[in-house]
């Protein structure tokens, strides 16, 4: 190992020798020193994972109880999740295309189409043709599939709202002060 002479002159830092000598013997200065930091990062990482199982396992739960209410309290038929995805993907972008819907959804665009032509035939969305394209078409919500939404939305948010008001208030504000963090680690899931 370098002493402080030695790690400044190999670094080319001559001219910040009592900074750099003190950053270099730290960054090297021991062997334990590297096991220790790759078993912190080891636990950091377990830790992550712990985190990760307990979290998807809370907001599966919220979501198949939500799913719940919504498949049992509807007054249509309810859709299968992967097309109740695809029309309300079509409702928040209207005029997206298959193609668009299917990177979207990660779904293979012919089982995008399918899906499409099944909520087409139920009456709750619309396909355009493109004019400068007759071959590419345009996905918009009729009414019919705009007042499934709404129906779908309303019955959650009633069932969340009641149970959060049932929450004690540090869980409420827990609740709501998650709600940020929580979207932030959805846009770095969509990154990875």
């Known amino acids: 190992m370098y002493g402080c002479n030695e790690a400044h002159e190999v670094a ?5 020798y009592p900074l750099a000598c003190r950053l270099l013997l730290h960054i090297v200065s021991s062997v334990n020193d590297v ?35 919504v498949r049992t309290s509807a007054v249509a038929d309810p859709l299968p999740p992967a097309r109740s995805e695809l029309l309300r993907l079509a409702f928040r972008r209207p005029g997206i295309g298959v193609a668009e819907a299917a990177a979207e959804l990660h ?24 004019a400068s394209d007759g071959r590419s078409v345009r996905l918009t919500v009729t009414e019919a599939g ?35 963090a929580l979207t932030r680690l959805a846009e770095q899931m969509e990154e990875l």
């Open 12 to 16: 080319g830092l001559s001219g910040f």
């Open 35 to 69: 096991r220790s930091s790759a078993s912190r990062d080891a636990g950091v990482a377990e830790w992550a994972k712990a985190e990760a199982s307990r979290l998807m396992a809370a907001t599966g739960a919220v979501r198949r109880v939500g799913t719940r209410a």
């Open 107 to 130: 779904l293979a665009p012919n089982s995008v189409s399918t899906m499409v032509s099944k909520l087409a035939e139920d009456g709750l969305i619309n396909r355009g043709r493109v």
């Open 146 to 180: 705009a007042a499934r939404i709404s129906q779908w939305r309303d019955i959650r948010m009633d069932l969340v709202g009641r149970a959060l008001s049932r929450l004690s208030a540090a869980d409420q504000q827990a609740i709501s002060a998650a709600i940020p």
